[in-house]
């Protein structure tokens, strides 16, 4: 009976120290995160145990947009972020809205991000289909696109223009 007292006694002891040496590098993880680029295991740590930290300048600090404008009859549309206009309608489903930005995004990014370009070529043609199915665009004789990043550098805000694509709807 002693045997499985010790034996549970020591487990749960080991069970407490590990808890508190995870607590404690995650804290430190969180915290400070430029010291876990410096030591192999924080970094590792930091990469596959901790969650977190999700807020980091880069990925709060930078947004990508798709301005699109429409010729109709020969004159041109101002440039809108349709995606972002969908988001905050509130007649609009939030959900199915948030689904349409999210993959315009993703169109938008994989065209960014494509080395060759057929990959680039590909990416584009994917993102003109996606307009040409859009109701908004049913009319329009000619689309362009021109996909912006908007960011903050050291409290700076900024543009970058990305890509301008234009073509025929018809």
Known sequence: MRDRRTIFSV???????????????????IIS????RVSPALKF???FVVLGPFFQQPRIGS????????QVNGTWSVPTDYACEDVANPHLSKNLALQ???????????????????DRTRAL????MYLRTQERFRNADSINMVSIRRGFS??????DT?????FRNR
């Open 63 to 70: 947004k990508s947009h798709l301005m699109v404008s429409q």
């Open 45 to 47: 740590y930091r990469r």
């Open 154 to 159: 050291d409290g700076v805000a900024g543009v």
């Open 125 to 128: 043609n994917e993102l003109k």
């Open 33 to 36: 995160p430029e010291t876990s």
């Open 11 to 29: 487990f749960g002891t080991l069970i407490c120290l590990a808890i508190a040496v995870h607590v404690l590098l995650a804290l430190i993880i």
């Open 100 to 118: 349409r930005r999210a993959f315009e995004v993703f169109l938008t990014e994989s065209v960014n991000h494509s080395r060759r370009e057929a």
């Open 162 to 166: 990305v890509f301008q694509f234009r």
